[in-house]
């Protein structure tokens, strides 16, 4: 029997706008901690290269269902 892995995926921007339906100025505002909108709670990004970031796809996953969790 094999063991159960998981895959771990990287979400660059355009993936993470289309998860969430958010803009990339908003994604980009809860990451701020100057603005208005700073969420502290949105995954952090992960450097991938000299200019790439990329999100973890399962921190996004969780982060959505926190706040469903915290609709309730």
Request: glycine share 4%; aromatic share 8%; net charge positive.
């Amino acid at each position: 029997m094999k063991p159960h892995t998981q895959t771990m995926k990287i979400l660059r921007i355009p993936a993470v706008m289309a998860k969430i339906g958010i803009a990339r100025s908003t994604i980009y505002d809860w990451l701020n901690p100057n603005s208005k909108r700073y969420d502290s709670t949105f995954p952090k990004p992960r450097r991938l290269g000299k200019q790439s970031v990329g999100w973890i796809e399962i921190e996004i996953d969780e982060w959505l269902l926190q706040r469903e969790i915290a609709k309730t």
